[in-house]
C-alpha cells in the first residue's frame, strides 16, 4: 500500500482519536468521519467512473488519474463501516437490537470486500451475497416480528418478485436463481419489518423511523446493483448504488439505542 494512503488513513484514525471531548462524544464524531469517508469514497468513484479531475488519486497513491489498486479501493470503500461500527460500538452492545445491528454491519463489511474482487474471481460475488444476505437476516431478527403487521408484507414481497422475474429476464445465470431468489425474500423481509416496527410506538430507545428508511435505501441499492448487473448496465449505477447503500446503513446504525447514562 502506497505511503500516501497510509497518511490518510493515519490522519482519520489522529482524527478520531485525539478529537472526542465532552463536546464532542466518541458517536458524534465516528459519525462524522463516516461521512467525511463516505465522501472521499464517493470521489474515487467519479474519478475512476467519470475520469473527473478531482485531485484525490494523486493525494492518495501518487497515480494522476484514478486508483488502479483493488486494496486501496477496498480500504477507502470499507472505512465509513469501521466509522459505522464504532457508532453502534460506542451507542453500547448490552441491548440485542444493538449486538445485531453491529454484526449486520460487519456482515455487510464483507459483503463490500468480496465484491470489490469479484471480477478476480466469479465466486466473490456468491460469498458477497451471502455475507449481505447474512446482514439483512441479522437486521430482521433486531427488528423482530412484533407486531406482525402481515399487510405491510405485501409491497415489499410483491416488488421483490417482480425484480426476481424481471433479472431472470436478463442475463442472471441459471445457479444464481435461487440464491438471488433467496436474497429477495430476506430483503424484502428486512423492509417489512422496519414498516411494521415503524408503526407502532417503542420505548427501548430504539429509532424506528430512522431502521425504516435505511430498510428501504437498503432495497433501492440492491435493485440498482442487480438491474446494473443482470439487466441494464448504466455507467453511474456503482456511484448510485454505493451513496443509497452508505446512506440506508448510516441510518440503520443510527437507529440503535443510546448507551444509558450512569447514575451516581
Known amino acids: 500500500m502506497r505511503?500516501?494512503?497510509v497518511k490518510i488513513l493515519t490522519l482519520f484514525v489522529l482524527l478520531f482519536a485525539s478529537c472526542s471531548t465532552p463536546d464532542i462524544s466518541q458517536k458524534t464524531l465516528a459519525s462524522i468521519l463516516c461521512l467525511a469517508s463516505a465522501a472521499l469514497f464517493t470521489g474515487i468513484l467519479c474519478e475512476r467512473d467519470f475520469n473527473m479531475p478531482l485531485g484525490i488519486a494523486p493525494l492518495i497513491t501518487g497515480e494522476?488519474?484514478?486508483?488502479?489498486?483493488?486494496?486501496?479501493?477496498?480500504?477507502?470503500?470499507?472505512?465509513?463501516m469501521f466509522f459505522l461500527l464504532v457508532v453502534v460500538y460506542t451507542s453500547g452492545l448490552g441491548q440485542r437490537y444493538n449486538l445485531l445491528v453491529f454484526f449486520g454491519l460487519i456482515a455487510s463489511s464483507f459483503g463490500d470486500y468480496f465484491l470489490v474482487y469479484q471480477n478476480v474471481d466469479k465466486m466473490y460475488f456468491v460469498y458477497g451475497m451471502a455475507s449481505f444476505g447474512l446482514a439483512h437476516l441479522l437486521y430482521v431478527l433486531a427488528l423482530g416480528f412484533?407486531?406482525?403487521r402481515l399487510g405491510l408484507a405485501v409491497i415489499p414481497f410483491s416488488l421483490g418478485i417482480a425484480s426476481q422475474y424481471n433479472l431472470m429476464?436478463?442475463?442472471?445465470?441459471?445457479?444464481?436463481?435461487?440464491?438471488v431468489g433467496i436474497y429477495h425474500l430476506l430483503i424484502a423481509s428486512m423492509i417489512w419489518r422496519?414498516?411494521?416496527?415503524?408503526?407502532?410506538?417503542?420505548?427501548?430507545?430504539?429509532?424506528?423511523?430512522?431502521?425504516?428508511?435505511g430498510a428501504l435505501l437498503f432495497g433501492v441499492s440492491d435493485s440498482?446493483?442487480?438491474?446494473?448487473?443482470?439487466?441494464y448496465p448504466f455507467v453511474q449505477a456503482h456511484l448510485v448504488v454505493m451513496v443509497t447503500y452508505y446512506a440506508a446503513q448510516f441510518l440503520i446504525a443510527h437507529s440503535v439505542a443510546k448507551r444509558k447514562a450512569k447514575t451516581a
Open 3 to 5: 505511503i500516501q494512503t
Open 64 to 80: 494522476p488519474n484514478k486508483i488502479s489498486s483493488s486494496d486501496v479501493y477496498a480500504v477507502f470503500k470499507l472505512l465509513p
Open 146 to 148: 412484533r407486531p406482525l
Open 169 to 179: 429476464l436478463g442475463t442472471l445465470p441459471e445457479k444464481l436463481v435461487i440464491p
Open 194 to 213: 422496519a414498516l411494521a416496527r415503524k408503526s407502532v410506538p417503542h420505548a427501548d430507545g430504539t429509532s424506528p423511523s430512522l431502521a425504516a428508511y
Open 224 to 231: 440498482l446493483l442487480g438491474l446494473n448487473k443482470f439487466r
